[in-house]
Antibody
Framework: EVQLVESGGGLVQPGGSLRLSCAASGFSFSDYYMDWVRQAPGKGLEWVGRVRNKANRLTTQYAASVNGRFTISRDDSQNSLYLQMNSLKTEDTAVYFC???????????WGQGTLVTVSS | DIQLTQSPSFLPASVGDRVTITCRASQGISNFLAWYQQKPGKAPKLLIYTVSTLESEVPSRFSGSGSGTEFTLTINSLQPEDFATYYCQQLNSYPLTFGGGTKVEIK
């Protein structure tokens, strides 16, 4: 069974940093591209970014709203995905989902999400 | 960036109704469109990908259609468990984008 479990959320002040983790199991993690998607309270879904697999050089893509502040990385030896968030803003407050990308591009598995609150 | 506009934003409906949700893209996205269902406090769930391919174990009352810039999600004979929010997502180009969502609620 595919499982994605996020951790690391919490309360952080504006301008601060936070690192989210996602532990993957039940599939060959290293083969897949992985995404982060977020959802502000009461709002819709926003794609945050993606890291490709090693075969595609672990390259990344980001939404404009986080580009330059957020960094996605992965450790295939640990079956883990990470989201390093710097220079956090109040508008980054959201539930952050870790997600697996299927080969045809869609997201076929999601974690349960972890809440990040940016507030003074 | 490709913008996705979903309509309506809210859709009051009754059990047994046939409902249709539209997703319009600001430019052509070929067949790179997926639909997700989300219930309160839960992660989204994949329903349909490549416009019309039903994900495994998704009931056949769900269907997708469209091409180019206009796409639809149809639910035939709405069931109690279908009251939820639905999102389209384009997978044609970066940044990937979602529609604003359609909440199907009890009339």
């Amino acid at each position: 069974e595919v499982q994605l479990v996020e951790s690391g959320g919490g309360l952080v002040q504006p301008g601060g940093s936070l690192r989210l983790s996602c532990a993957a199991s039940g599939f060959s993690f290293s083969d897949y591209y992985m995404d982060w998607v977020r959802q502000a309270p009461g709002k819709g879904l926003e794609w945050v970014g993606r890291v490709r697999n090693k075969a595609n050089r672990l390259t990344t893509q980001y939404a404009a709203s986080v580009n330059g502040r957020f960094t996605i990385s992965r450790d295939d030896s640990q079956n883990s995905l990470y989201l390093q968030m710097n220079s956090l803003k109040t508008e980054d407050t959201a539930v952050y989902f870790c997600a697996r990308r299927r080969s045809n591009g869609c997201i076929d598995h999601w974690g349960q999400g972890t809440l990040v609150t940016v507030s003074s | 960036d490709i913008q996705l506009t979903q309509s309506p934003s809210f859709l009051p409906a009754s059990v047994g109704d046939r409902v249709t949700i539209t997703c319009r893209a600001s430019q052509g996205i070929s067949n790179f469109l997926a639909w997700y269902q989300q219930k309160p406090g839960k992660a989204p769930k994949l329903l349909i990908y490549t416009v019309s391919t039903l994900e495994s174990e998704v009931p056949s009352r769900f269907s997708g259609s469209g091409s180019g810039t206009e796409f639809t999600l149809t639910i035939n004979s709405l069931q109690p468990e279908d009251f939820a929010t639905y999102y389209c997502q384009q997978l044609n180009s970066y940044p990937l984008t979602f529609g604003g969502g359609t909440k199907v609620e009890i009339k």
